[in-house]
T-cell receptor
């Protein structure tokens, strides 16, 4: 699975939008872009994923660049509960051998 | 109902003991995983099973032996526990093939003393 690059940390204020970037310049055509987050003392939590088109769900939006070499996770209104480590991960589709390979992720701090 | 449940939540044991961690998912997923998160918070995959068949076996000491009695269950047995095995172990499952999200359990914190 191709690698991703994320900033080590980001900060935001409560109720403001947060844009978490992820670079994946070696992405292949069958790689899905997944985002997970891990709140303190909890297991990783699925946030969103996509292949080519932008995606929205109740938690967040995923904006995927046209060349697919980067993506941005958008939290529309950050809350204190969104403070977590956010992981951007690529997984190859079409195989049962896919696996989530976690990097360092981005530590998001949300200020009241 | 909890989607991916692990037992026990906490496990404290002495070096040299043998222990097991159990995982069950009620999502109907085909693929299950074990991950280890060490004290530096780095999450590393250990094993993966697809429909009871072992498909991923990362570089893990053979003291660790996974077992999947059916596709809803994946257990992890650890022999001769060492101090370095202290970590949080997470179970996860997915329908598979990248186009589906992964669901994680809440973790088992293993402390070897």
């Amino acid at each position: 699975d191709a690698k991703t690059t994320q900033p080590n940390s980001m900060e935001s204020n409560e109720e403001e939008p947060v844009h978490l970037p992820c670079n994946h310049s070696t992405i292949s055509g069958t790689d899905y872009i997944h985002w997970y987050r891990q709140l303190p003392s909890q297991g990783p939590e699925y946030v969103i994923h996509g292949l080519t088109s932008n995606v929205n769900n109740r938690m967040a939006s995923l904006a995927i660049a046209e060349d697919r070499k980067s993506s941005t996770l958008i939290l529309h209104r950050a809350t204190l509960r969104d403070a977590a480590v956010y992981y951007c991960i690529l997984i190859t589709g079409g195989t049962s051998y896919g696996k989530l390979t976690f990097g360092q992720g981005t530590i998001l701090t949300v200020h009241p | 109902d909890t989607a991916v449940s692990q037992t026990p939540k906490y496990l404290v044991t002495q070096m040299g003991n043998d222990k097991s961690i159990k995982c069950e998912q009620n999502l109907g997923h085909d693929t299950m995983y074990w991950y280890k998160q060490d004290s530096k918070k780095f999450l590393k995959i250990m094993f993966s099973y697809n429909n009871k068949e072992l498909i991923i076996n990362e570089t893990v000491p053979n003291r660790f032996s996974p077992k999947s009695p059916d596709k809803a269950h994946l257990n992890l047995h650890i022999n001769s526990l060492e101090l370095g095995d202290s970590a949080v172990y997470f179970c996860a499952s997915t329908r598979g093939e990248g186009q589906y999200g992964y669901t994680f359990g809440s973790g088992t914190r293993l402390t070897v003393v």
